[in-house]
């Protein structure tokens, strides 16, 4: 089995109540001081250092210096855009409400072509780094890939057969009401192997992971070197 892990897993920063508390002051006061941090964490500057440094080494705070005067600069910090994405409420809820308006005027087979074309565009984003390569080199290419869209992928062969797993999937909450939405890994998927994939398992059915199988004509041992 061959797994590939998302860069960054950003809830590892809830791990820490205090880390928790740091980075809701950074998202409802925009940049602080490592002072500010303190007092609003009730702790210690040395441990807002600890847990600053810790954040950015998952790319979730950045430093600034400031300069002040004639004295020495200071540094306040801010949360990145990928630390926002521990915040997704409210764009899950207007995606929603968006997509329940389109399907009041729209038909079915417009959804599918809709879904099908944010497919085929996450395809196109990514074609630059497939082309030309064998299977056996796409496979672990299109994991790292699918692993930047939010998803915990995995596959292994089984004979002439490839499994891919999701362990995760960004759309879950948007798909419970919007199911046409598993679409979009499912034709990307085919998309980017140039194989047809067949979506066995789904987290939206209660399932522990997706999975989809691709038939290959050949087994690894009996593609091209």
């Not at 926002?84 to 038909?107: A, Q």
Request: proline content about 5%.
């Amino acid at each position: 089995m061959t797994r590939s892990w998302p860069t960054c897993y950003t809830l590892i920063a809830m791990a820490s109540p205090t880390r928790e508390v740091i980075v809701r002051t950074l998202k409802a006061q925009g940049k602080c001081t490592v002072n500010d941090l303190a007092d609003a964490a009730e702790v210690s500057p040395v441990s807002v250092r600890h847990h600053i440094t810790a954040l950015q080494a998952q790319d979730l705070v950045v430093a600034e210096e400031v300069k002040h005067g004639v004295g020495r600069p200071y540094h306040v910090f801010s949360l990145t855009e990928k630390a926002f994405e521990l915040y997704p409420g409210r764009y899950f809820k207007l995606t929603n409400r968006l997509l329940d308006e389109i399907k009041d005027h729209v038909s079915e087979d417009l959804i599918t072509e809709l879904f099908t074309g944010v497919a085929n565009a996450m395809a196109t984003q990514y074609a630059s780094q497939l082309q030309g390569l064998p299977l056996e080199e796409r496979l672990p290419r299109l994991m790292e890939m699918l692993n930047e869209e939010g998803f915990d992928a995995e596959y292994e062969w089984q004979g002439d057969e490839v499994v891919i797993r999701e362990m995760g999937c960004p759309y879950v909450q948007i798909g419970r009401a919007h199911p046409e939405v598993c679409a979009v890994d499912t034709r990307f998927i085919a998309t980017a192997l140039d194989l047809p994939a067949e979506r066995v398992n789904c987290l939206l059915d209660g399932d522990t992971h997706c999975t989809f199988t691709l038939q290959v004509a050949q087994t690894p041992e009996e593609l091209p070197a």
